[in-house]
């Protein structure tokens, strides 16, 4: 009989899963075994590799790991590949920067199925594909921001932008873009009221689908179609230092026409001593891609998020889960999906961009 008891034991040790071992559970993976797929909009871009610093850095001290995946071409078709690859690479979650508001639900549906835990942050898709979105503030705060960094650079140039006729237009990535999209719809209506006199010279607006290149072309025809123009607001940040290329390519400076927008501060340092541009905007990328991953990984590791709760992240201080309609007032409501907003945000000039790195 105890022969028996032995070869038994044996064998129930034999078909333990080895995971359980290795210090993790049935309920998932263990701690240092989970991956989060990080997915910009575009790999290059300033923004996005600052985020992926923090991200990267943030993982390393909390025992997780990050890829980042992206492609150096912005295009909807190239993110639905890298998600699908990371659902068939058995990644634990994604993090991901949607180029379209909709167009990424159903591959992110699909990593939701297939036990992913689902995060977005940057720029989002519906609430129903995904956990948690972490954002830079809501349209309010983010269109206001913008309209008021370009009040402030016309005013040093002279022009009063309670009385005066501001021409002006929006140059930024393309209209299906979510959360640039919504600042453009909050500036807008911020505009309407504070400032009648105003006139959009291209209500449809300017678009340069986040391409380099074409931003600065783009930024270049709008100057050449609209000599008098007093304003480009670029809520991108491919568009701004496109834009202001442009201008510098023409032979405009901050006297002749203001330029603002979002964009890391590295990658406008040179535009703003050549006095091309007075002041921009932008937050804490790194702090937003950390943010955004450790979210996903927090989920991956077996939690859960409901609106309304406050959770302690390591480093970052504590966040608290909004409701999606902080960011739309028709979004998706379930107690299961919410909002993660960032603290502050910052505005640069030629006095204080030096104190910053990214």
Not at 27 to 54: H, R
Not at 139 to 152: E, F, Q
Request: include cysteine; proline fraction near 4%.
């Amino acid at each position: 009989m105890k022969k028996i008891a032995v070869v038994l034991l044996v064998l129930a040790v034999l078909l333990v899963p080895v995971h359980l071992f290795a210090g993790g559970s049935k309920d998932g993976p263990a701690k240092g075994d989970i991956t989060i797929v990080f997915v910009p909009k575009i790999s290059g871009n300033a923004f996005f590799e600052s985020a992926n610093d923090g991200a990267q850095a943030h993982a390393r001290a909390n025992g997780y790991t990050v890829k980042y995946d992206g492609n150096p071409e912005a295009a909807v078709a190239n993110q639905v590949t890298i998600i699908r690859n990371a659902i068939r690479q058995g990644a634990d979650g994604i993090c991901v920067s949607s180029l379209d508001a909709t167009a990424l639900d159903t591959v992110m549906k699909e990593a939701i199925k297939a036990g992913l835990a689902v995060t977005t942050w940057d720029s989002d898709v519906s609430g129903d594909a995904r956990a948690v979105m972490v954002s830079q503030g809501t349209p309010d705060i983010l269109g206001k921001m913008l309209v008021d960094m370009g009040t402030d650079s016309l005013k040093s140039r002279g022009k009063n932008p309670d009385t005066d006729v501001i021409r002006y237009a929006w140059h930024y990535s393309q209209a299906t873009v979510a959360d640039q999209n919504s600042w453009r719809v909050a500036g807008e209506a911020y505009i309407k009221t504070k400032y009648p006199k105003w006139v959009n010279v291209r209500p449809d607006n300017y678009y340069s689908n986040q391409d380099a290149e074409l931003a600065i072309t783009t930024g270049e025809s709008i100057l050449k179609a609209n000599a008098n123009i007093d304003l480009i607001i670029c809520n991108d940040s491919t568009a701004l230092p496109g834009q202001l290329q442009a201008a510098q390519n023409l032979g405009y400076d901050k006297s002749k026409v203001t330029i603002t927008g979002f964009a890391p501060p590295n990658s406008i340092k040179s535009y703003a001593r050549a006095n091309i541009t007075e002041r921009w905007g932008l937050w804490d990328s790194g702090q937003q891609g950390a943010l955004g991953c450790y979210l996903a990984y927090y989920l991956a590791s077996g939690n859960k998020i409901t609106v309304g709760d406050k959770i302690a992240v390591p480093g970052l201080g504590t966040v608290e889960v909004l409701p999606n309609t902080v960011l739309d007032p028709a979004a998706y409501t379930a107690p299961n999906s919410g909002v993660v907003l960032l603290p502050e945000r910052a505005i640069f000039t030629l006095a204080n961009m030096d104190n910053y790195n990214f």
